[in-house]
């Protein structure tokens, strides 16, 4: 069993999806474990995203090859075209808007629930999102669009991408005590079904 930590963003509070981005993980038997409607601060928006050169390099070169392929100048759009600057910038836009209004930090529980949860997701750019994924079918947004904006991509949801990744997630966004387990009684031969059939 696997925990995961989902956000749903502001912009996905904001549209009144949050009803909706629930029931997806909890209609394929993902368990809910944790959950808190919250306007997070700058240090936990600062402590959610990496900041190691690793992942900044990741980010810009994933922004510089979205630019390549549409034919859109990194200078003139960002002032830079170098990945590293762009990561860095990528991820100030991504604190501040963590910080911009409420979100809702869930933990999810169930077998391999990190990539299950990734998979309902649906891709990071939701024009590359499939139909089905949350993104896929919510999702509205575009890099260059929001690069043109400086501000991040309006994705409605983050999930954490590995085990250990949703480890230091959770304790970041909740304590201990904030972490429920329970029985879920579908998945269970003895539950309250069985005893009130007996």
């Known amino acids: 069993m696997e925990k995961t930590l989902v956000l749903i963003k502001h912009d996905g509070v904001s549209r009144g999806l949050i009803g909706r981005i629930v029931s997806r993980f909890e209609r394929v038997g993902l368990k809910l474990v944790a959950l808190e409607f919250i306007k997070s601060t700058s240090d936990m928006g600062e402590g959610h995203y990496p900041t190691s050169d690793e992942w900044y390099l990741k980010v810009g070169n ?108 959770i304790a970041l966004w909740f304590g201990e005590q904030e972490v429920f387990d329970y029985k879920v009684h579908s998945n269970s031969m003895t539950g309250i079904y069985g005893k009130l059939g007996s």
């Open 62 to 169: 994933r922004t510089l090859s979205d630019y390549k392929a549409k034919g859109i100048d990194p200078i003139q759009e960002l002032g830079t075209d170098k990945p590293m600057q762009i990561g860095k910038l990528v991820k100030q836009w991504n604190v501040d808007y963590l910080t911009y209004g409420p979100v809702l930090a869930i933990v999810l529980e169930g077998p391999d629930a990190v990539s299950l949860v990734r998979k309902i997701a649906g891709d990071t750019i939701p024009s590359k999102a499939l139909p089905g994924t949350i993104r896929g079918d919510f999702g509205m947004d575009s890099i260059e669009q929001a690069n043109k904006q400086k501000r991040p991509l309006y994705n409605l949801i983050h999930a954490s991408g590995e085990v250990d990744e949703a480890e230091t997630e």
